[in-house]
């Protein structure tokens, strides 16, 4: 059986977690979250996030337990993009999210999970890029109630054809949303946005 979830912001922007949305996000699940080989997919119908077209697939399918006996899933992102006034953003992904804690809880303050994974696509200018997730993504779902940024520590290689490559080290497990980014031996101190 396949039960499908509709999150309909409307034809109109409203204002929802400090972000401008209308259209609507479309979910379809065949068991719950933490039942082993359900799959929960979700599309898009005229969603806009700040005036920004957002379009694609994200299919998580739940493995079940892995050697250490932690639940895991993957997650597959197809024909994903961004269309904005300067151009399209293009990706698609596979990664793997491994729930290293508050699995036998239904609080996600305890929640844990590390993300490891490569990304593929374009910029706005059309140039291609490839991402690469170097040390685990270590993401705090306890984080929320203080910041929007649930990252905590990991680093990515994001490297766009034609130019150095870039490294994103989240940090040291603080929740906060200040990265820095490597190019070329320097060291540029960020604040991403949420």
């Known amino acids: 059986d396949i039960d499908t979830l509709i999150i309909d912001f409307g034809?109109?922007?409203?204002?929802?977690?400090?972000?401008?949305?209308k259209g609507k996000i479309n979910i379809t699940y065949t068991g719950n979250y933490r039942d082993s080989l359900s799959v929960i997919t979700t599309?898009?119908?005229?969603?806009?996030?700040?005036?920004?077209?957002?379009?694609?697939?994200?299919i998580v399918t739940n493995q079940g337990e892995n050697n250490s006996g932690n639940m895991w899933f993957t997650i597959e992102v197809n024909n994903a993009s961004i269309t904005t006034t300067?151009?399209?953003?293009?990706?698609?992904?596979?990664?793997?999210?491994?729930?290293?804690?508050?699995?036998?809880?239904?609080?996600?303050?305890?929640?844990?999970?590390?993300?490891?994974?490569?990304?593929?696509?374009?910029?706005?200018?059309?140039?291609?890029?490839?991402?690469?997730?170097l040390d685990p993504l270590n993401v705090d779902l306890g984080c929320l109630s203080s910041s929007s940024c649930i990252i905590k520590s990991g680093t990515a290689k994001i490297s766009?054809?034609?130019?150095?490559?870039r490294i994103i080290n989240y940090g040291d497990s603080l929740c906060d949303c200040n990265v820095d980014v490597i190019i070329n031996g320097t060291t540029y101190p960020l604040v991403i946005g949420n």
Not at 11 to 21: A, P, Q, W
Not at 43 to 58: A, C, E, M, P, S
Not at 86 to 115: A, F, K, L, P
């Open 11 to 21: 034809s109109t922007n409203c204002l929802h977690n400090g972000k401008l949305r």
């Open 43 to 58: 599309t898009f119908d005229d969603y806009h996030v700040n005036d920004k077209l957002i379009q694609g697939k994200r």
């Open 160 to 165: 766009p054809s034609g130019y150095p490559d």
């Open 86 to 133: 300067n151009g399209t953003i293009n990706w698609e992904s596979n990664r793997i999210r491994e729930w290293v804690n508050g699995q036998n809880t239904y609080n996600i303050d305890d929640d844990r999970y590390q993300i490891t994974g490569s990304a593929n696509g374009n910029g706005v200018n059309g140039n291609p890029f490839t991402m690469t997730i």
